[in-house]
């Protein structure tokens, strides 16, 4: 008899066991699938902020150069229209990324305001300068981003 009651115990040892294991496996796999999920996101964040800030870098440019020009009156409203709509697109971007990777805060920041400074242009070549200050705020956020981001970290 008493080897049954230990094979019987064995057994449900065993199943106790598998079953504590199999528990745990499967927390460990959706945690896992969390954390992808939220790295996916945070990545769509960067990438739509990225993209609506040259969006609107492009349109400022195109907007200044023409008021540098002394161009018609149509162009510029049109220039001014679209640069409305690209500063307008960049906030939902800016927002969903200062929630989901505040560490990136900062520098996109900085990206945007060297953006917003194309309009305090005077001259072409302060417009150009401005242009170039954009831009490599804008290279300092990716680059902020792909360190935060390193799947190696």
């Known amino acids: 008899m008493w080897p049954s ?3 019987v115990l064995g057994t449900l040892a065993g199943a106790l066991t598998a079953g504590m294991l199999q528990q745990r496996t499967a927390r460990t796999a959706r945690a896992e699938q969390r954390a992808d999920a939220h790295r996916q996101d945070q990545l769509g964040a960067v ?10 870098r492009s349109a400022m440019f195109h907007r200044e150069r023409l008021a540098l020009t002394d161009a018609g009156a149509e162009q510029q409203l049109e220039a001014q229209t679209n640069s ?3 500063r307008t697109a960049i906030t939902a971007p800016h927002v ?13 920041q ?3 305001d060297a953006t917003y400074a194309l309009r305090t242009a005077t001259t072409r070549a302060e417009l150009d300068a ?3 200050t954009a831009k490599e705020a804008a290279a300092a956020f990716v680059a902020a981003a792909a ?6 970290r």
């Open 47 to 56: 990438t739509e902020f990225a993209a609506a800030l040259d969006a609107h």
């Open 84 to 86: 409305h709509d690209t």
């Open 5 to 7: 009651i230990i094979a």
């Open 130 to 132: 401005l242009r170039r």
């Open 110 to 112: 900085r990206a945007a």
């Open 147 to 152: 360190a935060r981001m390193d799947p190696g």
């Open 96 to 108: 969903r990324l200062q929630v989901l990777v505040p560490e990136l805060a900062v520098p996109a």
